[in-house]
């Protein structure tokens, strides 16, 4: 709501193309879709197609040239993911704050863009931890503003 509309987009970023029945209708799950987060649906690849791959990065020869995607395929990540979820649960890796009425778990990823980034928010997913992603261009005043 903070940006103003361009051609063809509403301040929401939304396309003005859209009927206001069809926003309403995926609203009231028109769809009909059980999945309803994004773990739901990471999870029904991992069952529907667990071989395919999924996650993938170029790693640098010796001389800095990087070679063709190396790919982890769903069941491999989520092998993974779980495995992590596990231990930051052990290690109590979560900031844990009242609020609203409940309890949340909160935890930060300080990280370039890599799959590492998302392996760490899945196993967030998996703890239903929030994830606070802290990043190099954030300036300090920022940083110590999340944190505290």
């Not at 996650?55 to 491999?76: H, I, M, N, V």
Request: glycine residues 6%; hydrophobic residues 30%.
């Amino acid at each position: 709501m903070d940006k103003e509309p361009t051609p063809g987009y509403s301040r929401e970023l939304v396309s003005v193309d859209l009927a206001e029945k069809d926003y309403e209708d995926f609203n009231n799950d028109v769809f009909n879709v059980k999945q309803k987060t994004y773990l739901d649906f990471f999870e029904l690849n991992c069952e529907e197609d667990p071989d395919r791959p999924f996650l993938g990065e170029r790693k640098p020869d010796s001389e800095g040239k990087f070679g063709p995607y190396e790919w982890t395929t769903f069941a491999q990540t989520r092998t993974i993911c779980q495995a992590l979820a596990r231990g930051m649960y052990a290690r109590e890796l979560a900031n844990k704050q009242e609020g609203d009425g409940r309890t949340w778990s909160f935890t930060g990823i300080w990280s370039k863009n890599r799959m590492e980034w998302l392996q760490t928010h899945i196993a967030n997913m998996y703890n239903n931890y929030t994830t606070i992603g802290f990043f190099d261009s954030m300036g300090v005043e920022s940083v110590d503003f999340i944190v505290k």
